[in-house]
């Protein structure tokens, strides 16, 4: 029993030696071995996974990356009519407008059946193209004008004095030809110009039939003057 105590006695004093506690614990930290891991962590060179401040950082510039990818992209509202889109709808209507009393004035007037039956197709064709106008340029807030143009007028009101073949002869000139002249090359100049997609398509509908006119008013019989 002597021999037993004593051997206990030794370990004891050994582990007390050692630093650890008898009972098994891991030995207390030192005073100086805590700071390291403090200002280790507090500066973000630890190794340990999920520690290192500037990954913390990078993920969470990731996460909002992330969360602002996931966000609808707003609509782009669509780019408003030029000046020059604007003037040309007007212009267009002008037209229009001066077609339709040029023709209604062919179809009552006229001698020939072939000028009558013209006026008559202008008529139909230029209010159905003036209709889709109108689509056009309310979508865009512009008000048509509801009137012939002064200078287009005067070329109604002179024809307005004219009868039999002396009103065919200066219809199928003025408003048959010479006006569709400039009615074609103005549309073609548009439709080059414009970037208005709902516009766009009218022209490059409208134009054909305009180039139509001009071809089936030359194929009228050009009377000599009276």
Not at 173 to 186: K, L, M, P, T, W
Not at 207 to 225: K, S, T, V, W
């Amino acid at each position: 029993m002597k021999r037993l105590a004593g051997s206990v006695c030794c370990l004891a004093m050994l582990a007390l030696a050692a630093g650890c506690e008898p009972t098994g614990k891991p030995p207390k930290p030192k005073a100086g071995d805590v700071a390291p891991k403090a200002a280790e962590r507090a500066s973000g060179t630890s190794q340990a996974p999920g520690f290192n401040d500037g990954a913390v950082r990078a993920d969470a510039r990731a996460l909002r990356w992330v969360a602002d990818a996931a966000k609808p992209t707003p609509a782009i509202p669509a780019s408003p009519l030029s000046a020059a889109e604007r003037s040309f709808i007007n212009e267009a209507a002008g037209i229009g407008l001066y077609e339709v009393e040029g023709g209604q004035m062919a179809a009552a007037k006229g001698m020939q059946p072939a000028v009558r039956a013209f006026g008559t197709m202008l008529v139909s064709q230029h209010r159905a193209a003036h209709g889709e106008l109108q689509a056009v340029a309310r979508a865009n807030g512009i008000t048509l004008p509801i009137n012939v143009e002064a200078d287009k007028r005067s070329k109604l009101d002179r024809l307005a004095q004219l009868t039999g073949t002396a009103f065919d002869r200066e219809f199928v000139r003025v408003v048959g030809i010479a006006d569709h002249e400039a009615a074609v090359a103005r549309f073609t100049a548009a439709g080059r110009d414009v970037r208005d997609p709902s516009l766009k398509a009218w022209i490059d509908k409208t134009l054909p039939a305009l180039q139509a006119h001009l071809q089936e008013a030359r194929q009228l019989p050009m009377l000599p003057p009276g």
